[in-house]
């Protein structure tokens, strides 16, 4: 179907479809005329992103910013890079950060229980 009638089906306006298709919301599908048309696929993706949009009260920009975050290793490095330095991330603790830190509350704990010489 042309854009017109997914736009209706959908419930939204051409240009708001154009806009999503713009972000890489969905694929970009051209007949030889270079009309979009969009198939059940393409309409069940649309819906999806916007019940994405709704639940988590997010803009189609934001999903497609999230979607190239999950799909650039760079990009994702350096959000988390920022999430950590603005404290909205914790740096994941590493088994052998886990285990220095056992070792310190053991050295610790045998200090404090030790009797005191006292000659």
Same mark, same amino acid.
């Given at each position: 179907?042309?854009?017109? =009638? /997914? ?13 999503? =298709?713009?972000?890489g %919301?969905?694929?970009?599908? &051209?007949?030889? @005329?270079?009309?979009?048309?969009? @198939?059940? =696929? ?11 949009? $709704? &639940?988590?009260?997010?803009?189609? /920009?934001?999903?497609?910013?999230? %979607? ?14 920022? @999430? ?9 603790? &590493? /088994?052998?950060?886990?285990? $220095?830190? $056992? /070792?310190? &509350? %053991?050295?610790? @704990?045998?200090t ?8």
């Amino acid at each position: 179907m042309r854009i017109t =009638e /997914a736009a209706r089906r959908l419930g939204m306006s051409p240009r708001m479809l154009r806009y999503r =298709e713009a972000l890489g %919301l969905l694929p970009p599908i &051209r007949n030889q @005329g270079a009309h979009r048309r969009f @198939g059940p =696929e393409e309409l069940s993706a649309v819906a999806q992103g916007v019940e994405l949009e $709704k &639940r988590f009260d997010i803009s189609p /920009a934001e999903l497609a910013f999230a %979607l190239r975050v999950l799909s650039e290793p760079a990009v994702a490095q350096a959000v988390r890079d920022l @999430g950590l330095r603005i404290g909205r991330l914790q740096a994941p603790r &590493r /088994a052998l950060d886990f285990e $220095k830190e $056992k /070792a310190l &509350r %053991l050295l610790q @704990g045998s200090t404090q229980s030790r009797p005191r010489d006292r000659s």
